[in-house]
């Protein structure tokens, strides 16, 4: 992998896009740095391909089916400990990378992997104490919205019981419910992206990010939710497909697996930080503030905050 390459700038249009647009936007960024993005996404699905080639029965579609299944060992619940252990320090070192390139990339600016790098490991402690607090917030709100539709049921379970009426309520709150439940897993597709955006290239965390993310991702829902849809759909097909293919094969099913994961997830990275701006540029009229910062002689790669909002110091100080 190189050290070092150089875009033009102005390869991309800074602007407001549509949703098909932007998942273009994305594919292109992909495309143009394929290299750089797919080696970095798959440093993060390293420590899941290593457990999954140890116990391939994990991939394996069929183990269940054929009785294959072991029992779980202290072996087994070790590897998983340390999993979790390496995938809390190593993915938002990741994810910090990407972002920072992606950002470059698409504001024309010298990439570095190593500085990328850099910007992802400075960046580590507040964008995993970050997603530990948005999570943390996320099972409380689900938790509380299940509670409250489950006191709606038994209520309305024990005003109608029996009764038409009772059928036609249910049924009406299942018809609504799942596609809430679709919306909401399009949203929580591209949110932790944005709110990498917002620690890595703004510099801010903690709850002030996951506040500004939500400003950000509310000021253009149905949009996110529809792109969120888009790449959740992505996401599933191709790796599944592919697991249902050769997960069966010790070893090289866990491997290629574990590439077309992490080309799905390189993509959603870069469609994530499209929609991100697509979204400052609306809002925030971002794209203008950029476009002052080259006339001024800024550079390239400068992310400008909302005017009054947050310093404008460097990204990721």
Not at 154 to 173: I, P, R
Request: aromatic share 10%; hydrophobic share 60%; net charge negative.
């Amino acid at each position: 992998m190189s050290e070092a390459t150089t875009p033009v700038p102005g390869s991309f249009e800074i602007g407001p896009l549509s949703m098909a647009e932007t998942l273009d936007v994305g594919f292109q960024l992909l495309k143009s740095h394929f290299t750089v993005l797919g080696v970095l996404s798959l440093l993060g699905q390293a420590p899941t391909i290593l457990v999954f080639m140890l116990f391939g029965w994990m991939l394996d579609p069929f183990a269940l089916q054929n009785g294959e299944l072991p029992d779980i060992g202290a072996v087994f619940i070790v590897s998983v400990a340390l999993w979790v252990l390496a995938m809390l320090v190593l993915l938002p070192v990741v994810i910090g990378a990407i972002t920072a390139v992606v950002s470059d990339i698409y504001l024309g600016a010298e990439v570095s992997v190593s500085g990328a790098l850099q910007r992802g490991v400075a960046r580590m402690f507040p964008l995993m104490f970050t997603y530990i607090i948005f999570s943390l917030i996320l099972i409380v709100a689900m938790f509380l919205a299940v509670a409250a539709v489950a006191l709606v049921f038994v209520a309305l379970g024990g005003l109608f019981q029996g009764s038409a009426v009772g059928v036609a309520v249910v049924v009406l709150l299942v018809l609504v419910a799942v596609p809430a439940m679709f919306a909401l897993g399009g949203l929580l597709t591209l949110v932790p992206g944005v709110l990498a955006a917002v620690v890595v290239l703004e510099g801010i965390s903690y709850f002030e990010a996951v506040a500004r993310t939500w400003t950000l991702v509310s000021s253009a829902l149905t949009r996110f939710i529809g792109l969120g849809l888009v790449i959740y759909m992505l996401l599933l097909i191709l790796p599944t497909g592919v697991q249902f293919m050769v997960g069966a094969i010790p070893v090289v099913g866990a491997v290629v697996w574990g590439i077309v994961q992490a080309l799905c997830q390189a993509y959603l990275y870069t469609t994530t930080i499209v929609a991100y701006f697509d979204v400052r540029c609306r809002v925030e009229s971002f794209d203008l503030e950029h476009l002052a910062q080259l006339v001024e002689g800024e550079g390239v790669g400068a992310v400008p905050h909302p005017p009054g909002s947050y310093s404008t110091g460097p990204p990721g100080s």
